[in-house]
T-cell receptor, first 110, second 112 residues
């Protein structure tokens, strides 16, 4: 069965420190992986998707099919990065169903 | 463009009642997906509507039903409410069911 695991409920780092939010998935097909972010009092929004291989707000994520992981990384965390981060797996072919992990709350301290 | 809008913002119901939640997609989008987000959990897929039909469904009972109108807006109906239905209900819109989904602010449903 499809599953997304985010092992950390809370991750706390200091400003300027590197940050890595972990995501592991279980899926027998060809996965499409996403990171969504929810800032305080804002709606859930797409941060990045693996197929675009782009960097958004300094964040990158690499799909590792061997380890079935899609960790989100940023070399230097900023206070404005504090938010709830959700990893999501797309399945169902082209019909856009997403399975979300339980989320990791990132807190960046000054 | 206001993006995805949902109404109402909050709702309080009692067990056994029925509820209807509404969603208007982002301009230009034709697909609406509904998610349930319980406290401390990630969103869980309920179903997706495209061309006024339910195209895919998650692991939710038949008490959860929906509808999509010709203008692409959508409703989520829940019958015979249970305490466990208390959650944030999110609507997301996309173009032709694509994975790039735009989420609404959600409707907070409390069942007493």
């Amino acid at each position: 069965a499809q599953r997304v695991t985010q092992p950390e409920k809370l991750l706390s780092v200091f400003k300027g420190a590197p940050v890595e939010l972990k995501c592991n998935y279980s899926y027998s097909g060809s996965p499409e992986l996403f990171w969504y972010v929810q800032y305080s009092r804002q709606r859930l929004q797409l941060l990045l998707r693996h197929i675009s291989r782009e960097s958004i707000k300094g964040f990158t994520a690499d799909l590792n099919k061997g380890e079935t992981s899609f960790h989100l990384k940023k070399p230097f965390a900023q206070e404005e990065d504090s938010a709830m981060y959700y990893c999501a797996l797309g399945y169902g072919g082209s019909q856009g169903n997403l399975i979300f992990g339980k989320g990791t709350k990132l807190s960046v301290k000054p | 463009d206001a993006g995805v809008t949902q109404s109402p913002t909050h709702l309080i119901k009692t067990r056994g009642q029925q509820v209807t939640l509404r969603c208007s997609p982002k301009s230009g989008h034709d697909t609406v997906s509904w998610y349930q987000q319980a406290l401390g959990q990630g969103p869980q897929f309920i179903f997706q509507y495209y061309e006024e039909e339910e195209r895919q469904r998650g692991n939710f009972p038949d008490r959860f039903s929906g509808h999509q109108f010709p203008n692409y807006s959508s409703e989520l109906n829940v019958n015979a409410l249970l305490l466990g239905d208390s959650a944030l209900y999110l609507c997301a819109s996309s173009l032709d069911g694509g994975y790039t989904q735009y989420f609404g602010p959600g409707t907070r449903l409390t069942v007493l």
